[in-house]
C-alpha cells in the first residue's frame, strides 16, 4: 500500500499553492481522503488529475516577498458609505429637548437639521436617504427657509414669559 500525500506534497507536485490544492480537493476535481478532518490524497488520484488534458502543466512557483508587516491598510470608501446618519438628542438648560439630525450628500458634505420629535427627525433622515438611493445628491441646495418661515417658528414656540423688547415708545426700544 502507498502513502498518502499531504497537501503540501501534492501543492509541491502540482505546483500550485495549498489553497488551490484544498479548493480541488472541495470542488471534487482533485480526489480526497478524508482522515480524523485531515484531507489526504492518493498518489494515483494525483497522477490521474494530471493526466486529464484539462489540468494545467506544472509551472515554477514564484517566489513573492513577505507579507507587509503592522496595520494593514484601509481601503478607500465614498463618503456616503463612510459616515452614517445620525440623530442625537439635544437637552437645552430651559430643559426643552430638540433632536439634531445629521447626514452626508454625495459630495461628504453634513447636512444637519433640527426637529422638536425624534420622529420628524429620522422622517427627515429616511427621506434624505431615499432620495439619494435614487439617484439625487441629497444636498439641502434646493431647500431653504425663509426668514419669516423662521419668524413664524420662533414666534410659535415663545410663551410670553421670556424677556424681550416691546415695541418702540419715542423711537426707542425698550425691554419689557
Known amino acids: 500500500m502507498k502513502a498518502l500525500l499531504r497537501p503540501q506534497d501534492v501543492a509541491e507536485v502540482l505546483a ?12 471534487g476535481e482533485l480526489a480526497s481522503v478524508r482522515i480524523r478532518g485531515q484531507v489526504r490524497f492518493r498518489p ?4 490521474e488529475y494530471l493526466a486529464r488534458p484539462e489540468a494545467p502543466e506544472p509551472q ?14 484601509k481601503q478607500w470608501v465614498p463618503a456616503t458609505a463612510r459616515r452614517a446618519a445620525s440623530t442625537q438628542r439635544r437637552t437645552w438648560p430651559s430643559g426643552r429637548a430638540t433632536y ?3 447626514s452626508y450628500d454625495a459630495t461628504g458634505q453634513r447636512q444637519t437639521a ?3 420629535t425624534k420622529a420628524e ?6 427621506n434624505r436617504s431615499v432620495a439619494m438611493r435614487r439617484g439625487g ?11 419669516a418661515e423662521w ?14 423688547w416691546c415695541s418702540p415708545r419715542d423711537g426707542l426700544r425698550t425691554p419689557c
Open 114 to 116: 433640527s426637529f422638536d
Open 44 to 47: 494515483e488520484a494525483v497522477e
Open 121 to 126: 427627525a429620522e422622517a427627515w433622515l429616511a
Open 16 to 27: 500550485v499553492s495549498k489553497v488551490t490544492v484544498y479548493r480541488l480537493a472541495r470542488t
Open 151 to 164: 419668524w413664524a417658528r420662533w414666534q410659535s414656540g415663545r410663551t410670553g414669559t421670556e424677556v424681550g
Open 100 to 102: 439634531r439630525a445629521r
Open 137 to 147: 445628491t441629497g444636498s439641502m441646495g434646493g431647500r431653504r427657509t425663509t426668514l
Open 60 to 73: 515554477p512557483v514564484a517566489i513573492s516577498p513577505s507579507p507587509r508587516r503592522g496595520r494593514p491598510r
